[in-house]
């Protein structure tokens, strides 16, 4: 009895093991009719799937590559099994009709249909579990379908469908040997291929959208969708946005945020800038996503390209450009835009128009570019995160503007590049025409690839910055920036500002100054903070003057604390002319 029951804990391998024990003839006789016994009694110690897009353990595997598809989708389902080596075949049984899954071994029960699952992948140790995957083809919009998921071995033993244990797992509950007992598994598909799920409102618990624009002016509404808003939209999906982009007017709560995002796998959702009017002074404010005064709401994993059609670019309002693939704004001097996330886009506008943003947050002026100024803390827009991001193809990569600081309007807590290398974004930036920072209280000329306009208190780490090869900038008073706080009125409060972990390969090639990052004025009240950045500064000129000095990091300002630690520099100099030119790190 004891070997029987360390041999039923035990896989077929360690069976075999035993079996091949030199041992008496009898006692070999013995152990080979119990090993009979058990292969007819192989069957998976537990099989497991659930409604989610989860990975399952290994190889980036999901239990559904999309939550729900629409009807140009099919469905990969994935589930788990334990253990390897007891089971050898697996099945998704599915109906389409609304009733229940039926089937046994392989072989369907009225309208039930079924497709193979297969290995994918193994994870413990050894490979306690193992990932199979299938999929269950496209439906027509409006199809329910319900399925099961099952495996067995050939060997004998019973077909286990989840979630449930087979015989090996001993007191871990019902034996779910029968499709009857099995858990059904629900979606059903969409109309369109838009999304959106909430926890109240009149829609609930979701609908589906033939655009983005409709499902934006659905959640936009506050009525159909309420609570905790989630829009989907599918991998590979495109569309046009229309001109001057989405405005996204709704906000969201730490408890109950919207989150707009792709659903599942493959590529990004792209979507390519309208058709942008010119003639107004609105002409300078263009994006392809707009939050005004939204709170709690997050951006994530979309393509966002300018339209080629949009071939104007001049810096007058005659321009027919997009200026921001993604903008903040205020809304109301007392209501700006909070706690936003905007996160793992690409964003690729055009890199002739000199006044392009990657990413655009101001609480100085209004979406049509009018100046609309925060009047209180409320109004700023603060709390944003900016993580993960890849711009290309723009004069400026990140630019934030925001009133001067003081007690009572304190713009503060923005994040961008979070406090990891995998949240840092990576931003390639500049053109040689000059932009004429029409927005209010930016400034013109000076070329960067983040921009922090007035403000203070902010983190900007682990971010990597390359501008074109050829930049120059040679307007006075100007000049070539990694990263620069612009200081156009220093904050009246006691602020901290952290540049740190960022790697930064910059050029210019024109006579004014180069500097890596920039502090740009500051206080008694002021702390920076600069470590970890790694620095190279190319400078190449044969107009050389005294204002061409080259800053690693240049912090030469008034502070309370200053911290420069452990920050790599490297300038590489060609430098010919008249003018003199003197080099300063730091």
């Known amino acids: 009895m004891g070997i029987f029951t360390s041999l039923m804990k035990h896989r077929v391998f360690v069976m075999c093991r035993f079996y091949m024990l030199s041992v008496r003839k009898s006692s070999m006789l013995i152990l080979l009719l119990l090993f009979t016994g058990l292969a007819a009694l192989a069957e998976p110690n537990y099989v497991y799937h659930e409604a989610t897009t989860n990975t399952i353990g290994c190889g980036g595997f999901q239990y559904r590559s999309v939550l729900t598809p629409n009807s140009s989708q099919s469905i990969t389902i994935g589930f788990k099994l334990e ?38 992948c193994g994870f413990g140790s050894p490979n306690v579990s193992e990932v199979v995957t299938g999929v269950i083809p496209a439906q027509p919009a409006g199809t329910v379908v319900k399925y099961i998921v099952s495996a067995w071995h050939t060997g004998g033993g019973n077909e286990i469908f989840a979630n449930g244990p087979g015989t090996p797992c001993g007191g871990c509950g019902t034996i779910t040997n029968s499709s009857s007992l099995a858990t059904v598994f629900t979606y059903t598909v969409g109309v369109g291929p838009i999304r959106v799920t909430s926890t109240g409102g009149t829609a609930s618990p979701s609908a589906n959208y033939a655009t983005l624009a409709a499902a934006i002016t659905a959640i936009n509404g506050g009525t159909l969708h309420t609570g905790t808003i989630n829009c989907y939209v599918d991998a590979g999906y495109t569309e046009t946005a229309p001109a001057d982009g989405y405005a996204i007017t709704a906000s969201g709560t730490l408890a109950n945020p ?112 009018a100046t609309l100024e925060a009047t209180s803390d409320a109004g700023t827009n603060s709390d944003n995160k900016i993580y993960g991001n890849t711009i290309s193809n723009v004069q400026y990569g990140i630019y934030f503007i925001c009133p001067p600081i003081t007690a009572t309007v304190n713009e503060n807590g923005n994040d961008i590049g979070g406090s990891t290398a995998s949240a840092g974004n990576n931003i390639s930036f500049g053109n040689n025409n000059a932009s004429t920072g029409p927005w209010n209280r930016s400034t013109s000329g000076s070329k960067a690839g983040i921009i922090y306009r007035n403000g203070g208190a902010v983190s900007i780490r682990y971010n990597t910055i390359n501008s074109i090869t050829t930049l120059a900038e040679s307007i006075t008073g100007a000049g070539v920036n990694g990263i620069t706080m612009s200081a156009g009125t ?52 044969s107009t050389a003057s005294t204002a061409g000095n080259v800053f690693g990091i240049k912090a030469s300002y008034t502070t309370a604390v200053k911290t420069l630690n452990k920050d790599t520099i490297t300038i590489k100099q060609s430098v010919a002319g008249s003018g003199s030119f003197t080099g300063t790190v730091t």
């Open 258 to 369: 919207i989150i707009f995002q792709k659903s599942g796998t493959g590529a990004n959702p792209t979507i390519t800038a309208g058709l942008q009017a010119s003639g107004t002074t609105a002409a300078f404010s263009n994006a392809i996503f707009k939050i005004v005064g939204g709170d709690y709401i997050t951006i994530q994993n979309f393509t966002l390209l300018e339209n080629a059609a949009n071939t104007n670019t001049a810096t007058t309002n005659a321009n027919t450009m997009t200026e921001f693939g993604i903008a903040l704004f205020l809304t109301s001097a007392t209501n700006g835009a909070q706690n936003n996330t905007i996160q793992n886009n690409i964003i690729s506008l055009n890199a002739s128009y000199a006044n392009s943003v990657g990413i655009f947050s101001s609480s100085a002026s209004s979406t049509a570019n």
């Open 490 to 541: 220093s904050p009246t409060t006691t602020y901290t500002t952290t540049i740190s972990n960022n790697v930064l390969n910059i050029y210019q090639t024109g006579s004014l100054a180069l500097n890596g990052i920039d502090f740009s004025g500051g206080t008694a009240n002021a702390t920076f903070i600069a470590s970890d950045n790694n620095i190279t500064l190319n400078h190449s000129t």
């Open 83 to 120: 253990f390897a080596s007891y089971w050898n075949q697996a099945r998704i049984y599915y109906t389409t009709d609304g009733s229940n899954p039926s089937g046994a071994f392989g072989t369907v029960s009225g309208t039930t249909q079924v497709v193979n699952a297969t290995y994918q």
